[in-house]
């Protein structure tokens, strides 16, 4: 059975800080790793990794994935107050294409 | 105008009743996803759908039905509702030419059975 865990369940820390989100993988066929950010409502997409250690970056954010190690990190840099969401990793693979197995989630607080 | 739409956004309902959650949309996408989430729990797979005549379960389909009308529309039946699935519902689509597997998220539904 897939499956996906992510480290910590949550994080609080004040602006300007810099923080590393966890995300442990188990899944037969992997194809792709994915990151999205879910503020209020629907998860928005942030990251796709299909190949380890090719970092992807979007302005403060930045992710890699080992598929040795079988792990991807979530890395934001500066946290400003706008970064408080919740973090979902995602994993592409398993037997039928096109499914996603889901983690827990990491809840990230800003505070000013 | 929203991609992926769903309808209604916020339900309240008492246990024993039939309910259904809609989701459409405009991205000519040809998978459609239900998922449920709950606190600490991410989002689970209830059922999905590569194509119209294509319709599988996911992790926790029980006490869950769907029909996918047509390619732009998936619908999601609880038909009895209980309390435990109170949740917040995402529909989600992707497109098979997206290799890999991006999915494209709806606003949700917020569930509450009493």
């Known amino acids: 059975e897939d499956k996906v865990v992510q480290s910590p369940l949550s994080l609080v820390v004040h602006e300007g800080d810099t923080v590393t989100l966890n995300c442990s993988y188990e899944v037969t066929n992997f194809r792709s790793l994915l990151w999205y950010k879910q503020e209020k409502k629907a998860p928005t997409f942030l990251f796709m990794l299909t190949s380890s250690g090719i970092e992807k970056k979007s302005g403060r954010l930045s992710s890699i994935l080992d598929k040795k190690e079988l792990f991807s990190i979530l890395n934001i840099t500066a946290t400003q107050t706008g970064d408080s969401a919740i973090y979902l990793c995602a994993n592409a693979g398993g037997t039928s294409y096109g499914k996603l197995t889901f983690g827990q989630g990491t809840i990230l607080t800003v505070h000013p | 105008d929203a991609d992926v739409t769903q309808t209604p956004r916020n339900r309240i309902t008492k246990t024993g009743k039939r309910i259904m959650l809609e989701c459409s949309q405009t991205?000519?996408?040809?998978?459609m996803y239900w998922y449920r989430q709950d606190p600490g729990l991410g989002l689970r797979l209830i059922y999905y759908s590569f194509d119209v005549k294509d319709i599988n379960k996911g992790e926790i389909s029980d006490g869950y039905s769907v029909s996918r009308q047509a390619q732009a529309k998936f619908s999601l039946s609880l038909e009895s509702a209980i309390p435990n699935q109170t949740a917040l519902y995402f529909c989600?689509?992707?497109?098979?030419?997206?290799?890999?597997?991006?999915?494209?998220f709806g606003p949700g539904t917020r569930l509450t059975v009493l």
């Open positions: 989600a689509t992707s497109s098979m030419r997206g290799v890999y597997n991006e999915q494209f």
């Open positions: 991205k000519g996408h040809d998978r």
